[in-house]
T-cell receptor, first 116, second 109 residues
Framework: NAGVTQTPKFQVLKTGQSMTLQCAQD?????MYWYRQDPGMGLRLIYY???????DKGEVPNGYNVSRLNKREFSLRLESAAPSQTSVYFC???????????????FGSGTRLTVV | KNEVEQSPQNLTAQEGEFITINCSYS?????LHWLQQHPGGGIVSLFM???GKKKHGRLIATINIQEKHSSLHITASHPRDSAVYIC???????????FGKGTKLSVKP
């Protein structure tokens, strides 16, 4: 099925370990996003990429890096995981019209990350 | 104060009941989204609104731009409607989404 594919679905890390969350979309969307979802809080934006070759910080970027490898793929890297990064991570993408407006958001199924 | 507030936080209904979930926001927006997150965790976009009303099946979403308020209605609710419903707003045409904390709906048979 077309959409946003995230891997892995689950991961347990030890404090200080590194890992990369992968995200790919096959809808030819220009914009891609990484969010985290914590209990009692709304989804918060970590990083986003408005188009291939560009990335920008969101609300909670500390401790993360991203790479927009090509139009399809947008990865999120934790260089040195901390317990505060225990969360559910969602990748999303949206299409952009001729005026640069974003809409048509599609979300991946999420990655449940636990840092011990 | 959160820029996007949803009420109620939790809602339990009997099958067949008419359900309303409210969303108020405090910023100027270009669009408002209603999303559904099922117990399995996946998030699905239900509606995107910039004015008026939209309907899809048993779901109806309305928005009042002047009052900065939106409602999501579910008619003839069913246990499969049990999910978290999330309101999100977008500031400016290229702005990112700001999310509410969600409303957890449980529909009992």
């Amino acid at each position: 099925n077309a959409g946003v594919t995230q891997t892995p679905k689950f991961q347990v890390l030890k404090t200080g370990q590194s890992m990369t969350l992968q995200c790919a979309q096959d809808m030819n969307h220009n914009s891609m996003y990484w969010y985290r979802q914590d209990p009692g809080m709304g989804l918060r934006l970590i990083y986003y990429s408005a188009s291939e070759g560009t990335t920008d910080k969101g609300e909670v970027p500390n401790g993360y890096n991203v790479s927009r490898l090509n139009k399809r793929e947008f990865s999120l890297r934790l260089e040195s995981a901390a317990p505060s990064q225990t969360s559910v991570y969602f990748c999303a993408s949206s299409r952009t019209d001729g005026q640069g407006a974003n809409y048509g958001y599609t979300f991946g199924s999420g990655t449940r990350l636990t840092v011990v | 104060k959160n820029e996007v507030e949803q009420s109620p936080q939790n809602l339990t209904a009997q099958e067949g009941e008419f359900i309303t979930i409210n969303c108020s926001y405090s910023v100027g927006i270009s669009a408002l989204h209603w999303l559904q997150q099922h117990p399995g965790g996946g998030i699905v976009s239900l509606f995107m609104l910039s004015s008026g009303k939209k309907k899809h099946g048993r779901l109806i979403a309305t928005i009042n731009i002047q009052e900065k308020h939106s409602s999501l209605h579910i008619t003839a609710s069913h246990p499969r409607d049990s999910a978290v419903y999330i309101c999100a707003v977008k500031r400016g045409s290229q702005g990112n989404l700001i999310f509410g904390k969600g409303t957890k709906l449980s529909v009992k048979p």
